[in-house]
């Protein structure tokens, strides 16, 4: 199994975004040092949540900082950019990281950012269709055009290109069915922020049957957790370090995505569930349904094993180190725990036959 880090940078303190943003930038490095897999940066706007705007001028510095470790927007919001521009930064991040780009792609989530870009909330998903196919066209054809209801661009060469072909890894983050079976329609890798154990063992099994009806083969990570972590010597540590800050984390969270509002659209209702129980707060139940990984190392280790129990093809998993008011020093602390102490567990390397059928190979890394 490969873990990569996914980050906010969020504004919960006397700390100012500079050195937030210097901080960030030191956790990238440290990761490549550590042995992580990918880093990737979130777009938000207009809240502390994340101080984050552009995911992709981390990227580009980043890339100057590492050699080895992949990188990536979490993502680029599709529905608050215009392809042409995506196209043509992504070609340039993929040549200034020496091809290490992964693009990761969504439609947005919380309300108050659209209003602001004058986006309609229920046409995110139709938005998101057209964006990602202008963009794709853009990196694989000599010359291209898109004529859509929202995207209309005549006949145009780009001079800019990416190192990887056809063109970057392109992963996509999703929480509803319907974003599940995009992602299996296309082949790419999802990640799933927040969702549920025994949601997103309902998802991976449509995601396969939805791959296999358009005659894909699954060779990539397939559906991808992304949970919140701390870790310390043990688990009193590791909850008494965590849950002031962690409480302070759900109910922001909660504030923006405004549950009421998104359960009265059609394009949300699905989220639910997942908000009643972090409105609960049970630090216990949260665990248990799969959303947090806190503890000692041990603990850490059990409760990916509990995932692999819903999710017997698990092969990455994607991991928040830093938020709320963490130190860089807790942190980085647990960084290297997770590193050192749960990486190694998992170290196995497991081989599909093809994927998702229930036969696998299974060989220990020498």
């Known amino acids: 199994m490969k873990f990569g880090i996914f980050s906010t940078v969020t504004k919960a303190d006397e700390r100012s975004v500079q050195q937030l943003f210097r901080e960030n930038l030191e956790q990238v490095v440290y990761a490549e040092q550590l042995g992580y897999d990918?880093?990737?940066?979130?777009?938000?706007?207009?809240?502390?949540?994340?101080m984050i705007a552009s995911p992709n001028l981390m990227v580009a510095s980043a890339a100057q900082r590492t050699s080895r470790i992949k990188l990536g927007p979490a993502v680029n919001v599709l529905p608050f950019h215009h392809p042409i521009r995506l196209a043509e930064e992504g070609a340039m991040l993929d040549m200034m990281s020496d091809g290490?780009?992964?693009?990761?792609?969504?439609?947005?989530?919380?309300?108050?950012?659209?209003?602001?870009?004058?986006?309609d909330h229920n046409q995110s998903r139709e938005i998101f269709d057209e964006t990602h196919e202008a963009v794709i066209r853009a990196w694989t054809q000599p010359a291209f055009s898109y004529s859509g209801r929202f995207i209309d661009i005549p006949e145009t060469t780009l001079e800019l290109r990416p190192v990887q072909k056809p063109h970057p890894p392109v992963w996509t983050a999703g929480l509803s069915e319907p974003s599940v079976r995009w992602a299996a329609k296309y082949n790419y890798p999802c990640m799933e922020v927040y969702?549920?154990?025994?949601?997103?063992?309902?998802?991976?099994?449509?995601?396969?049957?939805?791959?296999?009806?358009?005659?894909?083969r699954i060779d990539h990570v397939g559906l991808v957790p992304t949970r919140h972590v701390y870790l310390a010597a043990t688990d009193e540590q590791a909850?008494?370090?965590?849950?002031?800050?962690?409480?302070t984390r759900w109910q922001q969270l909660l504030k923006l995505a405004k549950p009421a509002e998104m359960a009265n659209s059609s394009s949300y209702a699905y989220l639910k569930g997942t908000?009643?129980?972090a409105a609960r707060g049970d630090l216990t139940e949260l665990m248990d349904l799969g959303m947090l990984l806190i503890g000692s190392p041990e603990t850490c280790?059990?409760?990916?094993q509990r995932h692999q129990e819903f999710l017997?093809?698990?092969?990455?998993?994607?991991?928040?180190?830093?938020?709320?008011?963490?130190s860089q020093a807790q942190i980085r602390n647990s960084m290297r725990l997770f590193a050192e102490e749960v990486m190694p567990e998992f170290a196995a390397v497991e081989a599909h036959l093809p994927p998702g059928n229930g036969q696998r190979v299974r060989e220990e890394r020498i």
């Not at 997103?200 to 005659?215: F, G, P, S, V």
């Not at 909850?239 to 409480?247: D, G, N, S």
Request: hydrophobic fraction near 45%; charge should be negative; proline fraction near 6%.
């Open 312 to 326: 017997p093809d698990l092969q990455y998993m994607i991991l928040f180190f830093a938020y709320g008011s963490l």
């Open 275 to 277: 908000f009643e129980a």
């Open 301 to 304: 280790v059990r409760l990916i």
């Open 239 to 247: 909850k008494a370090e965590v849950l002031p800050t962690l409480a």
């Open 195 to 216: 969702t549920l154990l025994p949601t997103m063992q309902q998802h991976w099994d449509i995601y396969k049957e939805e791959n296999a009806r358009h005659a894909h």
């Open 38 to 50: 990918s880093f990737w940066f979130a777009e938000h706007h207009f809240s502390t949540y994340s």
């Open 100 to 119: 290490r780009l992964l693009w990761g792609i969504g439609r947005g989530i919380q309300p108050g950012e659209f209003i602001p870009w004058k986006v």
